[in-house]
């Protein structure tokens, strides 16, 4: 059976200090509640993992780079490898975050690296993908969604793409507590799931974590994760604040 996700995204916030001090009490409201059935992931800045990594019980509570490098290494100043996300001890990797496609110039090409260094570094990446408002306007999400698929982590083979996990996260619904509705964010992972199907198999489809991103809170969370195909979230603003992360992953 396919895993259920929520995963933080923590983004440019906190402190090394406060960011400890978020993991720690995620860490400890997991424990205290018995959730088995949700894998939770928290998505640091690169300079925390190492400490998230020490604080946190790794049994209950994974961590993620919110990105990686597109190169082995090298002479690529400033930039953090799959490899150095790995030797973190870190065990996953946001990637493709509608943020860094704006306002940092990821393309297809891009992304197709570091989702293939990702994965040849035993990262499990949580793929992004979804559309800005104009195109939902169109009507032609599930178009641009599927050539965002198309032309990076559906070029990966079957047994690659299988490690993966996806976050669908329109553009207009993330910070800006407008979610999609129940029935707008079970539609497009349905339809992300038909597209897998048809590419790698109905047993991959089947197998394959397919998230849901954008104002998702612990208000919320219920409806959306009572769908079939929504296999959880990638939140944001509701990740920094550990009860209100804990009430999403308590959601199913
Ligand atoms: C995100 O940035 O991945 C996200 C879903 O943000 P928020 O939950 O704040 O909308």
Not at 15 to 37: D, I, P, Y
Not at 137 to 144: I, L, S
Request: one cysteine or more; hydrophobic letters at 40%.
């Amino acid at each position: 059976m396919r895993k259920k996700i929520v995963a933080g995204n923590w983004k440019c916030n906190t402190t090394v200090q406060e960011g400890v001090e978020l993991a720690k009490s995620v860490s400890e409201l997991v424990a205290k509640s018995g959730v088995k059935n949700v894998v939770v992931v928290l998505g640091t800045p690169f300079t925390h993992i190492t400490s998230v990594v020490n604080t946190v019980d790794t049994k209950l509570v994974g961590v993620a780079a919110q990105n990686c490098a597109a190169e082995a290494k090298g002479a690529f100043t400033g930039e953090v490898s799959a490899t150095m996300v790995k030797s973190t001890g870190a065990e996953y990797v946001i990637l493709g975050h509608s943020e860094r496609r704006e306002y940092y110039g990821e393309t297809s090409e891009t992304l197709n690296k570091k989702v293939t260094l990702a994965l040849a570094n035993g990262l499990t990446p949580i793929y992004c993908c979804g559309e800005a408002l104009s195109i939902r306007e169109a009507n032609e999400q599930n178009t641009y969604v599927k050539n965002q698929l198309d032309e990076t982590i559906f070029n990966l083979s079957a047994e690659d793409f299988s490690k993966l996990a996806i976050a669908y996260e329109p553009i207009w619904a993330i910070g800006t507590g407008v979610t999609a509705s129940t029935a707008q964010a079970q539609e497009m992972l349905a339809y992300i799931r038909g597209l897998i199907a048809d590419k790698f198999g109905k047993v991959v489809a089947e197998e394959t974590s397919i998230l849901y991103g954008g104002s998702c809170n612990a208000k919320n969370a219920p409806e959306l994760f009572s769908q079939p195909d929504i296999d959880g979230g990638l939140i944001g603003g509701a990740s920094l604040k550990a009860e209100d992360f804990l009430g999403i992953i308590t959601a199913y």
